[in-house]
């Protein structure tokens, strides 16, 4: 069945340039959530949408940072002037309503390098 | 400040045995306390949520424990196979609801 999907698997880019990476959750989720990962580290909670609004954005580390979900599914992660530190693998997840006791289904991941 | 600990050194245990998992927590309240199974290059798969008035939880072969008291949560798979070889995450919800707090999770190699 669809799980969750996540592009590109794969970026690289220079320090200072902006990137886009896009998130398809799982038909008919209304919650979506972005987490960042480090390598040896666990997910952390970056931005939290519940249908087209951003219900809580406070995980968002600067305001290079910046994510839309337009229609209330689809969901763009967007990063300005990129720097080395931004270097991780960027993971979506969506569950069916929002709530943290409803189980989230994550897809695979971009893994985002700053060179 | 808030914590979630799990064990970094990776557990080696033979198949066939019970591998034991531990997540420990301070400075939160949680409702609820969720493990995760990553494997490499993959998202992390949910595998089971236990409540803070639920001693135990078992699902096939894995049982997880909750000891509100001990701030500590016990993650047992038992007849190990080699399949089971993955990293384990637990997360727990903070901030109203909103934000999952994961450790860092504990790698298990299941040896043949």
């Known amino acids: 069945g669809a799980g969750v999907s996540q592009t590109p698997s794969n970026k690289v880019t220079e320090k200072g340039k902006y990137v886009e990476l896009r998130c398809d959750p799982i038909s008919g989720h209304t919650a979506l959530y972005w987490y960042r990962q480090s390598l040896g580290q666990g997910p952390e909670f970056l931005i939290y949408?519940?249908?087209?609004?951003?219900?809580?954005d406070s995980g968002l580390p600067n305001d290079r940072f910046f994510a839309v979900r337009p229609e209330g599914s689809v969901s763009t992660l967007k990063i300005q002037r990129t720097e080395r530190g931004d270097s991780a693998v960027y993971l979506c997840?969506?569950?069916?309503?929002?709530?943290?006791?409803?189980?989230?289904?994550f897809g695979p991941g971009t893994r985002l390098t700053v060179l | 400040s808030q914590k979630i600990e799990q064990n970094s050194e990776a557990l080696n245990i033979q198949e066939g045995k019970t591998a034991t998992l531990t997540c420990n927590y301070t400075?939160?309240?949680?409702?609820?306390l969720q493990w995760y199974r990553q494997d490499p290059g993959r998202g992390p798969v949910f595998l089971l949520l236990?409540?803070?008035?639920?001693k135990e939880k078992r699902k096939e072969r894995l049982k997880v424990t909750f000891d509100t008291t001990l701030k500590q949560s016990l993650f047992h798979i038992t007849a190990s196979q080699p399949a089971d070889s993955a990293t384990y995450l637990c997360a727990l919800p903070f901030y109203g609801n909103n934000r999952l707090a994961f450790g860092k999770g504990n790698q298990v190699v299941v040896i043949p």
């Open positions: 949408f519940q249908g087209t609004g951003a219900a809580d």
């Open positions: 236990i409540r803070e008035n639920e």
């Open positions: 997840a969506s569950s069916s309503r929002g709530g943290l006791s409803n189980e989230q289904f």
């Open positions: 400075n939160y309240s949680p409702a609820y």
